[in-house]
């Protein structure tokens, strides 16, 4: 398989990771806002920084009244729009698809025919779809209608796809995608309802970001097996048998790892970001340390990637065995 198409295949598992990821974001809002008091004011901007945006930036371009405030209607509409519909926007469902196709499409003769197909309908849906929105209640419905369809996608693929490097890097991109995007689907949590400070924060069982991750019921049952409470951040960062915890995803992305050739240095940047996990307990951390925790995680993740597709840190000539 060449260089190539190793990037190609590693950023369809990204892609199609964020895809889902951006929609359980959008979700995770509406969830938020149904948990929090009826007076919350939520700071809408919140949900572009956490993409690694700067808001102020981004929004210029809808034009909104120079006195809008972050809770208003109209900078709501504005984020919305510049997650879900504008195809022009580098973090929109749209975009994310767009890529999401022409990777799959460049490596066409990698992927099963079963799991092209839903990839297209995918694409058609979001085409149909993703362009006008109409209220919150048919975003939400629209953004779980899109985890869905990822989701079949990934269950097609995971049951007629020949296991070999591709797969292990298909694989790896989505894990180490969705590691990345619960960092950011639990920093608007730290960010819009607790202020950054040094006093040691409370243990919450935040529902709205559980909920988001599919994770409130398998929380709820681990809670039930521990003799007291369980902070639901130590459970999303730690907690290895939940899919979508940090901890899954990095145990995962080193099993996959251990087939290709350049192994051993991703492997060893697996093992630098496992070590952030462990360096104190997590419930001793202030919110403004959680923070920049979560900071420092990101990062990683962003080495992780550079060393997985890479020449130089691949040691490896121009081709990997198929």
């Known amino acids: 398989m060449l260089l190539k ?29 149904i948990d929090s008091h009826k ?154 309802q607790l202020q950054p400070t040094q006093i040691k924060r409370p243990k919450f069982r935040w529902t709205s970001i559980l909920n988001a991750l599919g994770g409130i019921e398998s929380y709820h049952y681990y809670v039930a097996e521990q003799s007291g409470d369980v902070d639901a951040i130590d459970y999303l960062l730690t907690y290895a048998d939940f899919p979508r915890s940090i901890a899954y995803c990095l145990n995962r992305v080193a099993a996959s790892a251990r087939g290709l050739p350049h192994s051993n240095a991703i492997l060893q940047q697996v093992h630098a970001l496992q070590a952030l996990l462990k360096e104190q307990p997590l419930t001793d951390l202030s919110t403004e340390q959680l923070h920049v925790l979560i900071d420092q995680i990101q990062a990683g993740i962003i080495h992780l990637h550079q060393v997985i597709v890479e020449p130089d840190n691949s040691q490896q000539s121009q081709q990997l065995s198929a």
């Not at 598992?13 to 895809?19: A, D, F, K, S």
């Not at 949900?47 to 808001?55: A, C, K, Q």
């Not at 371009?61 to 984020?79: C, F, G, R, W």
């Not at 989701?151 to 292990?168: E, P």
């Open 39 to 192: 007076d919350t004011k939520f700071s809408w901007p919140v949900l572009l920084d956490v993409m690694g945006l700067n808001s102020a930036e981004a929004l210029d371009t809808y034009h909104l009244p120079a006195d809008a405030k972050p809770e208003q209607s109209s900078i709501e509409n504005a984020v919305m729009a510049h997650l879900i519909s504008n195809k022009d926007s580098t973090v929109s469902i749209r975009y994310t698809c767009s890529q999401l196709k022409f990777n799959a499409r460049t490596i066409r003769q990698l992927i099963p025919r079963d799991m092209w197909e839903e990839l297209n309908k995918l694409d058609l849906f979001l085409q149909q779809h993703c362009q006008q929105l109409q209220g919150r209640q048919h975003r939400y419905n629209l953004m779980t209608e899109v985890s869905r369809r990822c989701q079949m996608v990934v269950g097609v693929l995971d049951g007629v796809m020949l296991r070999g490097d591709a797969f292990d890097l298909f694989n790896s991109g989505r894990l180490l995608e969705r590691a990345d995007m619960t960092t950011r689907i639990m920093d608007v949590l730290v960010l819009q």
């Open 5 to 33: 198409s190793v990037e190609h295949i590693f950023w369809l598992g990204r892609y199609l990771e964020r895809l889902d990821n951006t929609a359980r974001l959008v979700n995770a809002t509406s969830h938020l806002l």
